[in-house]
Nanobody, 122 residues
Framework: QVQLVESGGGLVQPGGSLRLSCAASGSIPSIYAMGWYRQAPGKQRELVALITSGYITNYTDSVKGRFTISRDNAKNTVYLQMNSLKPEDTAVYYC????????????????WGQGTQVTVSS
């Protein structure tokens, strides 16, 4: 079974940057879309960014212009470059492999990582 492992989280000051990585232990078919989610304490998990097999990207409004998602299929890795971080970006970030259809991302139930903590604080 393919496992996803996130890394790159940590503590950063407001305005700083982090780059998250999500590495798959096996090969995820390139037809899968990939998504980054986050969950802050007391809040529901939300989709932050997605990238399709055709490299189409989409972002939630609160991170547009600050976050960039990318994928390297040869390395089975997805990245999330986060710039101009704000305290409200503090959350556990998860990656997921799923399906993008009719402008909707459907997360794969079996393709979740364990998450990586991002804390933005001075």
């Amino acid at each position: 079974q393919v496992q996803l492992v996130e890394s790159g989280g940590g503590l950063v000051q407001p305005g700083g940057s982090l780059r998250l990585s999500c590495a798959a232990s096996g090969s995820i078919p390139s037809i899968y879309a990939m998504g980054w989610y986050r969950q802050a304490p007391g809040k529901q998990r939300e989709l932050v960014a997605l990238i399709t097999s055709g490299y189409i990207t989409n972002y939630t409004d609160s991170v547009k212009g600050r976050f960039t998602i990318s994928r390297d299929n040869a390395k089975n890795t997805v990245y999330l470059q986060m710039n101009s971080l704000k305290p409200e970006d503090t959350a556990v970030y998860y990656c997921n492999a799923g399906v993008y259809y009719s402008r909707t991302y459907y997360p794969g139930d079996d393709y979740w990582g364990q998450g990586t903590q991002v804390t933005v604080s001075s």
